[in-house]
Structure formats: C-alpha cells, structure tokens
C-alpha cells in the first residue's frame, strides 16, 4: 500500500469516528473497498461505511439469514453456486427463466441479501479478508414477458452499490432476447459507471470463447460449455456462515 493510500485510509478512519462509530472489527481490505467505491474520498467514504453498518445491524441483526427465511425463493432453484473461477473468484449463475416477480419485496431483499452474503463466504479462504469479488452470470434463455422483473434487477444492483460495494468482479449476461434490450437499458440507468463497466453482455460465439476462458470450465456447466454440473445454493454447505 502507498502512502497516499494509507493516508486516505487514516482520514478514513477519523472520519468513521467522527461519525459516531468505529473501524475496529474491519481490516484495511474492507475499508479500502469503501474508499474505491467512493473514488478515494475519505468523508464520503467514512459515510458510505456508517450507513452499512447500520443498514447491517437492523436488516441482519444475527449476521446472516438463514435458508428457512427465504425457502419460497430458494424452492425455485433458480440460483446456483458453482465454486471459483480461474481468479479464485465464487461463480453465482441466475436462471431467468425460473424467476418470477417478487409479491412480497421485503422477502425479496431478504432473498438478495441470503444469496449475496453465501456466494461472497464461498470465496473465504478459512476467514474473511474482505476484498473477496464474485462473478455473476445472468442467463436468460428461455424467459418469457412473465419472468421479467426490472424491479428485481434494479433491487439486486442497488444492494451490490450500497451495501457490497467492489464486490462484483464480473456480470456476463449470456441469451438475451431482442425484447430484453430495451428493459436492459432502463435498468442500466440506475447503474454506477464502475458497475456498467463490469457488465459484459455475451452475444458471439468469440465472446462466448472468452466467457469461458476467463470463468473457467471446471465451474462452468455443460450447458454453458463447461464441464461442470449445476449447484443449487441450498445445496452448498458452508459451516463458517453459521459462526
């Protein structure tokens, strides 16, 4: 680390402080993702960190939500684990066609939450360091007007900006039909440069080659032209979400 950037991370600290709050139980790599997602702004930084843990200590008093706060969601099997890509990265894949929208949002946001902090832990190596990324693959084949859920989308991204920020290394949308185009393009209005910059739309067969390339086929299913098979989330055990 630089000194300008132990520095930053120093006022960062102040300013938490400042704040009414503390840095204590985070690591410089949970911080440092605060700073980055705040262009290196310590104050808007130390902001951004107080409003998570906030937002934490109410949305998830105990630390994580459980399977059985989220089994309607979950029965749906539309979300899979697939263990970690060529950058030791966890692989989330979302299955479109299995999604409907959400009656009941607070439910929902629950859902996201259940399956952002799962997909992140699967990537710990014994504990948290706290810059650990994941991959997301968005695959719409097969969906129809009913399975589409701006909203949902909108939801999911906002939660990754506000709450997760610098944890999405990659977004590959695989299958999307013409009439999704338009939607995309309403839900990419509510996306921060630094997300949009992270999405990667595959529409070729050559960027199809790269997906995998860079996903990796161990953990890629053979559908998508890997060797793996699909890993419902229920199905992954991770004994360190439960600590």
């Not at 630089?2 to 139980?25: A, I, P």
């Not at 705040?38 to 949305?59: E, H, I, L, T």
């Not at 790269?210 to 161990?218: A, K, L, N, T």
Request: proline residues 5%; hydrophobic residues 40%.
């Amino acid at each position: 680390m630089d000194k300008n950037q132990e520095l930053k991370l120093t006022q960062m600290k102040n300013f938490v402080q400042k704040l009414g709050s503390t840095t204590e139980k985070y690591g410089d790599p949970t911080l440092e993702r605060f700073l980055i997602a705040r262009s290196m702004d310590p104050n808007k930084a130390a902001k951004m960190f107080v409003s998570w843990q906030k937002w934490r200590a109410s949305f998830v008093p105990s630390g994580f939500i459980p399977d059985s706060e989220v089994i309607d969601q979950l029965e749906a099997k539309k979300i899979y684990l697939q263990g970690l890509s060529k950058d030791e990265f966890p692989v989330m894949i979302i299955k479109a066609n299995k999604h409907y929208p959400a009656k009941d949002q607070p439910q929902f946001k629950k859902f996201v939450v259940h399956l952002l902090d799962k997909v992140i832990a699967s990537g710990f190596k014994g504990k948290e360091i706290g810059n650990e990324k994941l991959i997301g693959v968005l695959d719409l084949h097969q969906i129809c007007y009913k399975n589409v859920d701006a909203r949902g989308l909108i939801t999911g991204f906002q939660f990754l900006q506000a709450y997760y920020p610098e944890r999405l290394a990659k977004l590959y949308i695989l299958n999307m039909p013409w009439f999704f185009v338009s939607i995309w393009k309403m839900v990419s209005r509510f996306l921060e440069k630094a997300t949009l910059e992270k999405v990667v739309i595959v529409s070729n067969e050559e960027e199809k080659n790269q997906f995998i390339r860079e996903v990796g086929e161990e953990v890629l299913p053979e559908e998508f032209g890997g060797k793996a098979k699909l890993i419902a989330i229920q199905d992954v055990v991770l004994p360190s979400l439960e600590d």
